[in-house]
């Protein structure tokens, strides 16, 4: 069985790895923050002290909030993916038992009853009313 993991890996979608940058950093440059940021700078170029502040802390402030908004997300995106884990029912070495469907591997006998989702490409050994 060792075997087969390694030559086939596990039997799951590859995840997207996406950069720090890509998640957290990218959404804070969207059309509202480049508008606030010209303000800004138009704001500095003409001097005015307060204006300057009240601008950049709105971009500070919003920035912020895109950065928590991204984290938990990304969180709450991980937390789903763990609680929706299907599992499939197997027959190996002659025992049966539920194993999460990433460790099924070629050659495994998956038992299906009715209302379960098939967990990956297979062949139907044998079948009892089935239409």
Do not use: C
Request: hydrophobic share 45%; charged share 20%.
């Amino acid at each position: 069985m060792e075997n087969r993991y390694q030559f086939f890996g596990h039997n799951e979608l590859p995840k997207i790895k996406k950069s720090i940058w890509k998640i957290y950093f990218a959404p804070i440059f969207n059309f509202l923050i480049l508008i606030l940021l010209v303000t800004g700078v138009i704001v500095v170029i003409l001097g005015s002290p307060s204006e300057t502040v009240i601008t950049f802390s709105v971009v500070f402030l919003n920035s912020a909030t895109v950065i928590v908004q991204q984290y938990r997300a990304q969180k709450a995106l991980e937390s789903l993916r763990q609680i929706s884990a299907l599992k499939a029912t197997v027959l190996r070495d002659g025992k049966q038992s539920e194993i999460p469907n990433r460790d099924l591997v070629p050659g495994d006998v998956v038992i299906l009853n009715q209302g379960d989702k098939i967990p990956a490409d297979g062949r139907i050994v044998n079948q009892i009313l089935l239409k």
